[in-house]
């Protein structure tokens, strides 16, 4: 007969105790819930009830036991016939009727994301990136280019979130007389949670400062596959004969439509048909946040950096063990997505997000990434793309590349001009006066040549005339309370500029 020792006795406690603080947890999450479900109005009852159930199924996942997210000793390389290389699927011959390929696919955007970190208002997706036209814009000549060069009927679909969808609708009246089919459907709306009670924040879902976006947030891309579902969207595109979706971000202008990844996709017996392709691309120092593709316990796995121990960060930062990233370009098996959410078997891990609001409260939003799925589907693979596949606007400096002459513009789609000598984008550092688009495109009376530009850093108060041409490493520094124009028709190679410049009319 074992006998108990004080150390297991008290762990038993530990845990009884850990699963009664998880119960009581779940209770009081559940009573708000219900008292917040109360005040929605009728017409918004069944779309809150929706979220409700699908928060409280993340909120019980983030209330179990904590324990690492992945044991390091059990991560591995993938094997090599699970991350496939572009090249290889390009010599792939396409099918001779390319539209039959086609009308299985509908096109999905993300779009629940606002223009605030670049100093826009409204949804980031209307911000214009080149020649006056939208990320939006791009997108539906991309896609209606390719129905009319195929006689094709792709559709495009928008994740819009509650921050984004009443602009969004707005604007796409000016599409209503275009043939191209634009369906939109919105991820959920979750509570902000408090940091130490684990209560939300929110009094009401409507009438009040409360039901607020600060309250509020969109839970994440993960939320795809449970949202395109509750919309009735999912049955909708199956029903009318739609085999995948290709998923990216609205702001990726290099994430278009590539036939040879969709005939691999659907080239396959049906056996061995893959359900999910990650488009993968070779890391540089500038990645180290963006998640990679692992093996471990027998599938394929993303691994984001929250994820890893602190003890391997560095180690999962460097280009050395993890040579790719996710860049977010999905292609997924409509049919799939139908057979795992029934079955309850999308597995995606639980990200936590920690916020300070104004007036200092700290909150908490839970959040998943629709890449994490990629483990519950069968036959997975990634395929390592070139870089000019992602081609993400995040920031101003992201902004000038592609309003520059280093890029053409056909059909809605950036490509690198064949003018450049060099595969790969210049690096380029732009200070804080030109962090918002208003004030960043005020410092430009047109973007300059870049052709030949290697790298580029700006800082301070700096401004450019006409037909400036860069080549090389060029730095230019204004101390602050200086100011440096750079004239018009300047040509700077290798150059460090510093100091005060300024010339003035007379």
């Known amino acids: 007969?074992?006998?108990?020792?004080?150390?297991?006795?008290?762990?038993?406690?530990?845990?009884?105790?850990?699963?009664?603080?998880r119960q009581q947890h779940e209770e009081s999450m559940r009573c708000e819930l219900d008292e917040l479900l109360a005040t929605a109005g009728d017409a918004h009852a069944q779309s809150c009830k929706n979220d409700f159930e699908g928060f409280k199924r993340l909120f019980h996942r983030f209330l179990q036991v904590k324990r690492p997210a992945v044991d390091w000793a059990k991560i591995s390389r993938p094997p090599e016939e699970k991350i496939v290389a572009y090249e290889e699927i390009r010599g792939e011959?396409?099918?001779?009727?390319?539209?039959?390929?086609?009308?299985?696919?509908?096109?999905?955007?993300?779009?629940?994301?606002?223009?605030?970190?670049m100093g826009c208002k409204g949804p980031k997706s209307l911000i214009s990136v080149r020649n006056e036209n939208t990320f939006l814009d791009l997108t539906v000549k991309q896609i209606e280019h390719l129905n009319k060069t195929y006689d094709a009927d792709v559709p495009l679909v928008l994740m819009n979130s509650f921050n984004t969808d009443q602009e969004t609708k707005k604007i796409l009246q000016k599409y209503k007389h275009h043939r191209l089919k634009i369906h939109t459907f919105n991820q959920s709306r979750y509570p902000r949670i408090h940091k130490e009670s684990l209560l939300p924040i929110a009094k009401s879902l409507r009438g009040s400062a409360d039901s607020t976006a600060e309250a509020w947030y969109p839970p994440g891309h993960g939320d795809i596959y449970a949202s395109l579902a509750n919309s009735g969207l999912l049955d909708r595109l199956l029903d009318e004969?739609?085999?995948?979706m290709f998923v990216s971000n609205i702001d990726n202008l290099g994430a278009t439509v590539d036939l040879h990844i969709l005939r691999r996709l659907i080239g396959q017996s049906s056996d061995r048909r893959c359900e999910f392709i990650m488009e993968v691309t070779d890391k540089t120092c500038a990645d180290f946040k963006g998640g990679t593709l692992i093996q471990y316990e027998d599938h394929l796995r993303l691994l984001e950096i929250a994820q890893v121990p602190k003890a391997h960060v560095d180690e999962f930062k460097s280009v050395t063990k993890f040579k790719i990233f996710n860049t977010n370009n999905l292609w997924i098996s409509l049919s799939a997505i139908k057979r795992l959410l029934d079955s309850n078997a999308v597995d995606l891990d639980v990200i936590v997000n920690h916020k300070t609001l104004e007036g200092g409260l700290n909150v908490i939003q839970l959040e998943t990434a629709v890449g994490a799925a990629i483990k519950?589907?069968?036959?997975?693979?990634?395929?390592n793309v070139p870089r000019s596949r992602f081609l993400p606007v995040k920031t101003s400096a992201d902004l000038l590349l592609v309003m520059s002459n280093l890029y053409s513009l056909d059909a809605g789609s950036l490509t690198m001009s064949q003018k450049r000598e060099f595969p790969t984008t210049p690096h380029v550092?732009?200070?804080?006066?030109?962090?918002?688009?208003?004030?960043?495109?005020s410092r430009f009376d047109s973007i300059p040549d870049m052709l030949e530009l290697d790298?580029?850093?700006?800082?301070?108060?700096?401004?450019?005339?006409?037909?400036?041409?860069?080549?090389?490493?060029?730095?230019i520094i204004a101390n602050h309370g200086d100011r440096i124009d750079i004239p018009a028709g300047s040509v700077l190679v290798d150059k460090i500029v510093s100091g005060n410049l300024r010339i003035l009319d007379h």
């Open 376 to 383: 519950s589907f069968r036959n997975a693979m990634g395929v």
């Open 1 to 21: 007969m074992s006998t108990l020792t004080l150390a297991d006795l008290i762990a038993g406690a530990m845990t009884e105790f850990q699963e009664k603080l």
């Open 455 to 475: 790298h580029l850093t700006v800082a301070g108060d700096v401004t450019f005339g006409k037909n400036v041409s860069l080549k090389g490493t060029v730095i």
């Open 241 to 244: 004969g739609k085999e995948y």
């Open 429 to 441: 550092k732009l200070g804080s006066c030109f962090a918002k688009v208003q004030e960043f495109l």
């Open 93 to 117: 011959h396409l099918p001779q009727d390319v539209a039959l390929c086609l009308n299985k696919l509908a096109v999905v955007k993300l779009n629940g994301g606002l223009g605030t970190s």
